[in-house]
């Protein structure tokens, strides 16, 4: 059908799709970058001179009220708005290491400051850094949760946003050892604790988990239990125990349920992980540059000497 309506080239290697490069390995992975589409955007900015950053974001960066500018001059809106919305198209493709980050930001499109511009500009140069890293994509293990197997790593933080008091959480599900979902977002309401601010951000998750397991059944592809990997162990054992601390979490009671009944029909089975190895911290918060490149490489299903390669 295409054929019939558009001229089609058919060089029969896959190679470049919606601006993404997809290059295949010898060991059979595929690397999905979007190198082309960050160079565009560093000239677009004009940024080919700056010198590039290797973290995101400051790991103290915090937005205030006085850090917002209501009254912003309409040209350095205009730039800050673009600025993040090419960030989010890289996000969605193959930076999911910026997911935060560009979320961030994104919560402050239409009153920035000089604080936020400056984040804006650090963020486009860490694109610039990295601008040879994607994701792999392929069929080993390294994390051990099995071949043609979901798996989730589920965070969040604990009221970290200053102006509504409302927690960041994420989640990233992969198959295999590849991001196969993720996301990084401002919970839609207050929680009293870490601890709730983590039920609700796995009842997040779990939605995403039941809708992918359907389509990978769909392929052929049936899962047994998806493993969900959290840091919070008060957390787990509410999860785990239905009626245990009932009284504490009526506010998110509806979140709480959901969780309980896929546990108990064998759809999820809660997994303890330090939160130096929770994958999902790296969309809860701005990290340390050590922590953050430990934390990406693993998201990012790449290998050391891959890493270094691509920054």
């Not at 295949?24 to 955007?41: E, F």
């Not at 994390?143 to 197997?149: E, S």
Request: proline content about 4%; glycine content about 6%.
């Amino acid at each position: 059908f295409l054929r019939t309506e558009f001229v089609v080239t058919d060089d029969e290697c896959f190679n470049f799709f919606l601006g993404v490069g997809w290059d295949k390995k010898p060991d059979g992975s595929i690397i999905a970058t979007q190198t082309a589409y960050i160079d565009r955007v560093i000239e677009r900015f004009n940024l080919k001179d700056h010198k590039p950053s290797c973290t995101p974001m400051e790991s103290n960066f915090s937005v205030d009220e006085s850090d917002l500018d209501e009254n912003c001059d309409p040209k350095q809106l205009a730039w800050y708005q673009a600025a993040v919305g090419c960030t989010m198209y890289g996000m969605i493709w193959t930076k999911p290491e910026i997911a935060y980050h560009t979320n961030v930001l994104a919560r402050y499109m239409t009153k920035p400051g000089p604080k936020l511009l400056k984040a804006a500009k650090k963020l486009l140069l860490y694109l610039k850094y990295t601008r040879l890293l994607g994701i792999r994509f392929s069929r080993d293990d390294p994390k051990g949760h099995g071949i043609n197997t979901l798996s989730c790593y589920v965070d969040s933080s604990d009221g970290d946003d200053r102006i509504t008091r409302r927690s960041t959480g994420g989640y990233a599900l992969f198959f295999n050892s590849s991001p196969a979902a993720f996301r990084s977002m401002l919970q839609r309401l207050a929680t009293l604790s870490s601890c709730e601010s983590e039920l609700v951000q796995l009842s997040t998750a779990v939605q995403e988990i039941k809708h992918v397991r359907e389509l990978l059944e769909l392929l052929g592809f049936a899962q047994e239990a998806v493993k969900v990997f959290e840091d919070n162990q008060a957390a787990i054992r509410i999860a785990e125990s239905p009626g245990s601390s009932r009284s504490k979490t009526k506010h998110v009671g509806r979140r709480f349920a959901f969780i309980s009944e896929s546990i108990e029909a064998k759809e999820i089975v809660m997994m303890y992980v330090p939160t130096d190895d929770n994958i999902a911290d790296i969309f809860t918060k701005p990290l340390a540059h050590d922590k953050f490149v430990k934390l990406r490489r693993l998201l990012l299903n790449y290998t050391e000497d891959m890493i270094e390669a691509g920054r």
